[in-house]
């Protein structure tokens, strides 16, 4: 069996200020998802060998299985300001403004574009990201919104989709029957394995820039790549899912 599904989820938090900014897709929204089962009784050998001892070993196997396909779940870039002047909005404030960064230009980056050709000379630690485990945002896009903005900048509460979910999990289980119809028992012995493949889905990347406020640099509005802080940013550092693990099981039902 399976299903299929098309949804779109927001959220519309009410509040006396900034209305409009508050509608946004949620974060755990997952565009289309496909989930199938399946369950397959393995044929015996009974028919070419029917004694307790192929009966025993060749008969009343069972196979099952479930299989999951996920888009991801949608992101939104978020800015923080460290050393920001006095009256600078540094995070959301009890008022419920929400703070969002201030986008100029295009949230991604160009195609030939790489961790090191972004940060070099800039974040070493950055700069040495594996590629293909890597957002190309555009860093240079994003500031810190102006002081009288009270933090709200122009950004999309969310502008991307983080990456998607493949992932299937499957049983073998044998039944042995050792009563009798009068007393029937029966002694089960069941193998699962998630993640059966062992397919490595990435989780979502850093989307999180913090932006030092100096002398130079005292409104916060105009940083230069050396004033992005974050060690992470635009890299995935985990997996949504385990690696492959198992379970073994026997059961004795009387």
Not at 79 to 98: E, K, L, M, R
Not at 135 to 153: D, E, R
Request: net charge positive; proline share 7%; with cysteine.
């Amino acid at each position: 069996g399976g299903n299929y599904t098309w949804s779109k989820t927001i959220t519309y938090n009410r509040n006396q200020f900034v209305n409009d900014y508050l509608l946004k897709n949620v974060t755990s929204n997952r565009p289309q998802a496909v989930n199938v089962n399946w369950g397959y009784d393995i044929p015996g050998i009974t028919k070419w060998a029917n004694n307790l001892l192929t009966r025993s070993l060749f008969d009343d196997w069972h196979l099952s299985g479930v299989g999951v396909f996920y888009n991801g779940q949608a992101l939104a870039i978020g800015c923080s300001a460290n050393g920001a002047p006095p009256g600078y909005w540094t995070g959301t404030p009890t008022g419920g403004f929400p703070f969002r960064c201030q986008q100029t230009g295009s949230a991604w980056l160009t195609g030939d574009a790489s961790p090191a050709s972004v940060w070099s000379g800039s974040n070493s630690a950055l700069s040495k990201a594996d590629p293909k485990l890597w957002y190309n945002f555009n860093p240079a896009a994003f500031t810190l919104p102006p002081v009288n903005s009270f933090g709200i900048g122009n950004e999309q509460p969310t502008i991307t989709y983080g990456p998607g979910i493949m992932n299937f999990d499957m049983a073998m289980e044998k039944s042995i029957n050792v009563g009798t119809e009068a007393h029937p028992r029966t002694l089960s012995f069941r193998f699962e394995a998630y993640n059966v493949f062992n397919h490595f889905n990435p989780g979502n990347p850093n989307t999180t820039l913090n932006i030092n406020c100096n002398a130079v640099n005292g409104t916060c509005t105009a940083p230069a790549l050396k004033d992005y802080t974050s060690t992470t940013f635009g890299t995935i550092t985990s997996a949504a899912i385990q690696a492959r693990h198992a379970a073994a099981t026997i059961r004795f039902r009387f």
